[in-house]
């Protein structure tokens, strides 16, 4: 239970979903974790659960990862209660799933400014301390649409792809300063965005067991399934891995049929 004993970690959009669980994890293996989220409310709200249930030391901030300002200011006060980053998981992500040829250029922007934009904000938040210290961990939430594409859900796939581009590039720019950079690649998880998507759906219902029906385990991931992993990328079980991406889809985007 102390694989992170002594880390500081930050994980953006924390408040909910994926973030909030590889907020927790990291909290019951030790470290002291710094909820970087949009929604300040909900963030507090997460902050105080996962001190009440691990005792860590966890605050929340409010950041907007699309404002690299609001990510330089969340570092600073992490640093300033902490002491220096030795994890920053770029989480907050948003689905923009459109057409290509009806999407407005709002829909476009949005869309990069926090999938990728806000990834990059935040690895250029943290990577002179880390290259500095010769020491750190960047851990990026990608997708299985970072290599697989479904019709209509563009330009999502696009700045997810680029999460891995933007991964490969600092793991190896920055891995003669020790500082490693990785991805997760998750598919189906069950958080909001996932509910979000079903009750889109003309048959809530049915949308939601077509969806299991795809899985080759005949059902959906759990966030905290994801956090396992970031755990594993954030501890010192992983010192060889960098610049690489682990999936974490229960097989799905291996399947060539369905
Ligand atoms: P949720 O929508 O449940 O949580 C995302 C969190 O990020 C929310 O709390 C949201 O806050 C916050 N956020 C949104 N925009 C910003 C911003 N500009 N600055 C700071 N925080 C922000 O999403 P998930 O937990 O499902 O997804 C987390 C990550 O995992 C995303 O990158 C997503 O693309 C990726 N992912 C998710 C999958 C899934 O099936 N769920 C599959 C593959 C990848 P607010 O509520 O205020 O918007």
């Not at 330089?72 to 040829?101: M, R, W, Y």
Request: proline letters at 4%; glycine letters at 8%.
């Amino acid at each position: 239970m102390n694989r992170l004993a002594g880390k500081v970690a930050m994980v953006t959009g924390a408040g909910r979903g994926i973030g909030a669980a590889i907020a927790l994890a990291f909290a019951h293996e030790g470290a002291s974790v710094a909820l970087a989220e949009l929604d300040i409310e909900i963030a507090d709200k997460t902050a105080e659960r996962i001190r009440q249930e691990t005792g860590a030391n966890v605050i929340a901030i409010r950041t907007d990862v699309t404002q690299s300002a609001s990510v330089k200011e969340a570092v600073s006060q992490t640093e300033a209660h902490f002491g220096p980053l030795d994890v920053l998981v770029n989480n907050a992500g948003i689905n923009v799933f459109c057409d290509p040829l009806t999407m407005t250029d709002d829909d476009w922007k949005r869309c990069f400014a926090v999938d990728l934009d806000g990834v990059w904000n935040g690895c250029r938040a943290v990577l002179p301390g880390m290259v500095g210290r010769e020491k750190g961990c960047i851990v990026n939430i990608a997708s299985t649409h970072s290599f697989k594409i479904i019709p209509g859900c563009f330009p999502y796939p696009v700045a997810k792809h680029g999460v891995i581009g933007l991964t490969k590039a600092l793991g190896i720019e920055y891995a003669p300063k020790n500082v490693r950079v990785n991805a997760i690649a998750p598919g189906y998880i069950e958080t909001q965005l996932t509910h979000d998507w079903w009750n889109a759906q003309h048959d809530r219902q049915a949308a939601r067991q077509a969806t299991l029906d795809l899985q080759p385990m005949k059902r959906i991931g759990q966030p905290q399934e994801v956090a396992m992993t970031a755990v594993f990328l954030a501890s010192d079980e992983a010192p060889f891995i960098n610049a690489s991406c682990i999936t974490v889809d229960g097989g799905r985007s291996a399947l060539y049929h369905d």
